[in-house]
């Protein structure tokens, strides 16, 4: 999860390396672990480490 401006994102897995940025709302924080309120489906794939990267892909031009 990662705040950019005053909206919370996710990557969700679309394909096999392909992702979709996509808003979501959340919940409290515990253990280093956040819920997620709005904006997934249980059992979507989301990406854990490399957002920044894909965000910065996607703020360059690049393919997400």
Same mark, same amino acid.
């Given at each position: 999860v990662f705040l950019n401006d005053q909206t919370y994102f996710?990557?969700?897995e679309k394909a096999p390396g392909?992702? +979709?940025r996509r808003a979501v709302k959340i919940?409290? +924080?515990s253990g280093g672990k956040v819920l997620i309120t +709005?904006?997934?489906n249980v059992g979507q794939r989301v990406? *854990? +480490?490399g957002c920044l990267l894909l965000q910065a892909m996607i703020e360059s031009g690049?393919? *997400?």
């Open positions: 996710v990557f969700v392909q992702f +979709e919940g409290p +924080e +709005e904006g997934l990406v *854990s +480490e690049g393919k *997400s």
